[in-house]
């Protein structure tokens, strides 16, 4: 691989794609560097095995304490450091508490892109900007949905990430900025936060599994939503950057599965009947649901030359299997095979 001397700065790292992105970002030799927030507990696990090769192996990762609502703190850094890229993947991520906690969500996922956004343009033009957009901003319009679908944000998350999108293309308009949008679908991983849906599902059916818990309480599950794996779509990130001019990009599988659906084959997946073992509760129902997201990749497989190559069940085994491993159970192995066979040197186990 051509190892490459640039500097990246990355917000949300300890999220599960900002520590893939991390990966990829090191694996083509990138000196990164990282926004983090001070927590009272440790918050970094999902890059700790980062963490601990930078005193093993040099490896140059760099962590800074803030976060995106502090605009003196983000000025500060982007000023300091003058990297070469950055990448705002820093949100209140989580839709149903974005209904909880709407301010929050628009001050952070909405205003803080606009934070970074000014410490740019006042530091250094030529710094390339990749925004992270997503498909709830589509909400209730028809699928598929591509670059050109009108938006209709049906939560708080949504109407932020409108707003951090809008604002993305109007500073590429009105100062040149080199700054892109990756519209990124549903996309999943081992490393998804546990009060996520796909999550919720593969960590549940470990535990059921292991006999730890009975069963699995659910919301709707006749939402469909277009299921892809988080380490490709880090990658569509970085091309998205590497490109001669910004634009915004539509990053998916193009397939439609239901939650109904995913239970059925995960469950289906270690020998189960997944209606002996869930239940039903309002409270995890939205107030306003987005029904139906597909996407419409063929922008982004034109002018990127970006597919995803991890299928809709191939993504479920590798989580269950991996949250099988996780309780120290042995998992059926079927993941692991799948990987090795699309990944045989994946980047996301940095040496």
Same mark, same amino acid.
């Given at each position: 691989?051509?190892?490459i ?5 990355i @917000?949300g790292i300890?999220g599960q ?5 991390a990966?990829l ?33 040099g ?8 976060? $995106?609502?502090d605009?003196?703190q983000i000025s500060n850094?982007?000023f300091n ?13 989580h839709v149903?508490?974005?209904?909880d906690c709407?301010?929050? @969500?628009?001050d952070?996922?909405g ?15 030529e710094?390339?900007?990749y ?7 589509f909400?209730?319009t ?7 679908t009108a938006?209709?944000?049906?939560s708080p998350?949504?109407?932020a ?6 604002? @993305?293309?109007n500073?590429r ?10 519209i990124?679908?549903n996309?999943e991983?081992?490393?998804r936060?546990?009060?996520f849906?796909?999550?919720k599902?593969?960590?549940g059916?470990?535990s059921?599994l ?5 069963g ?8 469909k939503?277009?299921w892809g ?10 091309m998205?950057?590497?490109?001669d ?21 995960a ?18 129902f ?8 597909i996407?419409? @990749?063929?922008k982004?497989?034109?002018? $990127?030359?970006?597919?995803p ?9 590798i989580?269950?299997?991996s ?8 998992p059926i192995g079927e993941?692991d ?15």
């Amino acid at each position: 691989m051509i190892r490459i001397d640039k500097t990246a700065f990355i @917000t949300g790292i300890t999220g599960q794609d900002g520590s893939y992105l991390a990966e990829l970002l090191l694996s083509k030799g990138y000196t990164v560097h990282a926004l983090v927030r001070r927590a009272s507990t440790s918050n970094t696990s999902r890059i700790d095995p980062l963490l601990q090769k930078i005193d093993e192996q040099g490896l140059p990762l760099y962590l800074h304490l803030g976060d $995106l609502s502090d605009g003196e703190q983000i000025s500060n850094i982007i000023f300091n450091l003058k990297p070469d890229e950055v990448y705002n993947l820093a949100a209140q991520s989580h839709v149903r508490v974005s209904y909880d906690c709407p301010a929050y @969500t628009g001050d952070v996922t909405g205003i803080g892109a606009t934070r970074i956004l000014e410490a740019i343009r006042n530091c250094d033009k030529e710094i390339k900007y990749y925004q992270a957009s997503s498909s709830e901003m589509f909400g209730s319009t028809r699928p598929p949905q591509n670059e050109m679908t009108a938006f209709h944000p049906r939560s708080p998350y949504a109407c932020a990430k409108v707003y951090a999108h809008y604002l @993305t293309q109007n500073y590429r308009e009105s100062y040149n900025l080199f700054a892109c949008s990756g519209i990124l679908f549903n996309h999943e991983s081992p490393r998804r936060g546990e009060n996520f849906v796909t999550r919720k599902i593969t960590r549940g059916i470990a535990s059921i599994l292991a006999g730890r818990q009975r069963g699995l309480v659910m919301g709707n599950l006749d939402a469909k939503r277009d299921w892809g794996y988080s380490p490709e779509y880090v990658q569509a990130m970085w091309m998205m950057l590497q490109q001669d001019k910004p634009d915004d990009y539509v990053i998916g599988t193009g397939e439609s599965h239901s939650v109904r659906e995913f239970l059925e084959i995960a469950f289906d997946y270690v020998g189960l009947d997944w209606q002996k073992y869930v239940t039903f509760d309002q409270k995890f129902f939205r107030p306003a649901e987005v029904d139906d997201l597909i996407a419409d @990749t063929r922008k982004a497989e034109a002018q $990127l030359g970006w597919k995803p190559n991890v299928t809709f069940q191939e993504l479920m085994k590798i989580m269950i299997d991996s949250d099988m491993r996780a309780i120290g159970m042995e998992p059926i192995g079927e993941g692991d095979d799948i990987l090795a066979h699309i990944y045989p040197d994946r980047w996301w186990a940095v040496d």
